[in-house]
Every structure is written in structure tokens, then in C-alpha cells.
């Protein structure tokens, strides 16, 4: 499988094929382009659905699992309205719950869709530390700016930790992944070309120094992964945050 600007491509086409004896599902919101769908289904066996706001999007994901010989299930829905009886083993959406205010409604409507004993993934950037520090330079030279579509306060390990208590889900990780990481800056879009250059090396720099620093002024993503417990189980017994 390759993954190429956004798109996903095979090297041969092939029939999409059903997941062979697998009682596993998974629901990922905010699909597209699908390669997430393709990894959980080649990689783990899951049953894969997927939800998209945009009805070109869920049609350009639907073409990608075909080309990728992919069983799935694609639909085009507002998630802040969708309802479903479905249930799922596991539920994840990655770079979605950061953009809410009302971040712990959408927590919940994530894990009602969470079948029991079910796992939660979410994955946030951060635009904390020395990121946010980067990205307040160049929003000012941005048509649309970053940080004002992003609610910052939910880039934190905390507000999870907090919602994990509170609806006694296990923690399994939540923590900082991957360092200071270059990828995350739109440096492509900022208008004015000086700041282009120095926000061009300061990143770079970054990279070299912190890249492979894990914490709370320098990771770049963060990793919630939660499971919902069986109605028979016993409450989580609370852990320590991983990466704090």
C-alpha cells in the first residue's frame, strides 16, 4: 500500500473482500482519506466503518478501500448529529475532538458509540510549549489562522485524565507521542516570505534539539486511549498519565 498526497494507492486493484471470521468493528470519525481504515483492517482484522462530514470525502474514501482490496463501510454524516444503535469495539478519531469548545460532549458522544469492554482512540496535535510558541508567530501571515480554530485548553493530558475518572473508563495510555515534530506547522501557507524562511529554520532547529523529547513543552501529539469497562467488571482502579 502507498499513501501519496492525501490519497491511497496499490501497486495491483483488487475486489474488496468482507474480513474473514472477525467479530471485531471499528469506527473511525473523520475518516478520510482512509489509510487508518486500510492499516486496522490489513493489520489488525477489524470490520471497518467510517464516518465523514463531506459527501465527496466519504466517496473518495469508499474508491481508496476498493483500490486497497478493503471491506468497509463509509458514511457521509454530520457527527455532531449522527445517532446510532451500533456499537463498537473500538471508536477513534484523530485531530477531531481539539476543534470544540464543548470538547467533553463530544467525549461522550465518542463513547456512546463504545460497545462494553470497547477501547476509545483519540489523537490530538498540540499546540502547547514551544509549539504554540511557533505557530502564534506565523498565524498573523496565515489566511486562516491555526490557533483560533483549535481550542487549546484540551491539548493537555489533564482534561482526559479528569473524564476518565469521572466516567470510570481504564486508562490504557494517555500520553505524549513523537517529539517535536516538523509536520505539524503549515509553513507552506504563510504569506510572507521572510517569516516563511525564519519560521522555516527555527522549526528546524527545533527538530534537532527536541525531536526526541516526549513531554508536555515539546511533543508535538497526544495519545488517549481509554476502554470502557463491562457492565460485570468492577470499577478501573486510576493510573498515572503516561508521559507527564
Known sequence: MHVHSGQIMTDSDRPPQRPKETNQTSLEIGCAPGKWMVFLAERIGYEVHGLEYLAS????????????????????????????????????????????????DIFLKHLKLVREGGVLVLGLPRFRGVNYLIQA??????????????????????????????????????????????ALFPTNEVTNGAMKLFVRMAIKLCAMFFGNFDSSLTSSYQIVILRKPQESEPRFKQASPQGA
Open 57 to 104: 470525502a466519504a466517496e473518495t474514501t469508499r474508491k481508496n478501500l476498493a483500490q486497497c482490496g478493503v471491506y468497509g463501510v463509509v458514511r457521509s454524516a454530520d457527527f455532531l448529529s449522527y445517532e446510532s444503535d451500533e456499537r463498537f469495539d473500538l471508536v477513534m478519531s484523530l485531530g477531531f475532538i481539539e476543534h470544540f469548545e464543548n470538547y467533553e
Open 137 to 182: 508567530m506565523i498565524d498573523p501571515y496565515m489566511e486562516c489562522p491555526y490557533l483560533s480554530s483549535h481550542f487549546l485548553p484540551v491539548m493537555e493530558l489533564n482534561p482526559f485524565m479528569k473524564l476518565a475518572d469521572k466516567h470510570s473508563l481504564q486508562k490504557v495510555f494517555v500520553g505524549y507521542v513523537g517529539g517535536f515534530e516538523r
